[in-house]
């Protein structure tokens, strides 16, 4: 496991960070190497296509890497990466509307609950995630972030640049938002929508 170093970050990513600046560029590949699966677990979070979310984290990388001397050492480096990749996955989703949903999803949500009985709980978990994704943006992020990436509250709230006390507001509506468009989902299972999906 990585020592934490006097920045923030991990003493590898604060090495890194001060190589790049000091005109070392290669040494931002350590960077892209430490957190490229974070970074397109992220964004396939927010779109569920696996193309879509390679050039997402690809576009965020490259933001990451133009704003790095923003990075103060302030907050952990993973606090600023994230907060960097999720300000470029929120632009494009406003530049392109949000993900289309699988014809599927759609049937779905759409039929009786006593069709969905035959769904598989990975295929209700999917439609519950994909179902976050449709949710206003404020509590999509929240959600993603506080459950998806499992960062605790004030982690969160650091990322979103929200406070602490707004993050619980927007997580407890995103909850309820959710919970009542899965509920013909769920209905059709007996069991309530979880909380940590």
């Known amino acids: 496991m990585p020592?934490?170093?006097?920045?923030?970050?991990?003493?590898?990513?604060?090495?890194?960070?001060?190589?790049?600046?000091?005109?070392?560029?290669?040494?931002?590949?350590?960077?892209?190497?430490?957190?490229?699966?974070?970074l397109l677990n992220l964004a396939w979070r927010f779109c569920r296509d696996r193309a879509m979310?390679?050039?997402?984290?690809?576009?965020?990388?490259?933001?990451?890497?133009?704003s790095l001397s923003s990075f103060r050492g302030e907050a952990a480096f993973s606090s600023w990466l994230t907060s960097v990749a999720l300000n470029s996955y929120r632009s494009r989703l406003r530049a392109e509307g949000p993900?289309?949903?699988?014809?599927?999803?759609?049937?779905?949500?759409?039929?009786?609950?006593?069709?969905?009985?035959?769904?598989h709980d990975t295929e209700r978990t999917e439609a519950v995630r994909r179902a976050v994704l449709l949710l206003p943006p404020r509590y999509r992020d929240a959600i993603v972030v506080f459950y998806f990436q499992e960062r605790d509250l004030a982690e969160s709230?650091?990322?979103l640049g929200i406070a602490e006390g707004t993050l619980k507001a927007r997580l407890h509506r995103?909850?309820?938002?959710?919970?009542?468009r899965c509920a013909m989902l769920m209905m059709g299972s007996g069991r309530p929508v979880e909380q940590g999906t």
């Open 99 to 119: 993900p289309l949903l699988g014809i599927d999803l759609v049937q779905a949500l759409a039929v009786a609950p006593a069709a969905l009985e035959g769904l």
């Open 3 to 38: 020592k934490k170093g006097r920045m923030g970050g991990t003493d590898e990513d604060n090495a890194d960070v001060a190589r790049v600046l000091a005109g070392d560029l290669e040494a931002f590949a350590g960077i892209v190497r430490r957190w490229q699966s974070r």
């Open 53 to 66: 979310a390679e050039d997402m984290a690809q576009e965020a990388f490259l933001k990451a890497y133009r």
């Open 174 to 180: 995103g909850r309820e938002l959710l919970r009542r």
């Open 157 to 159: 709230a650091r990322i």
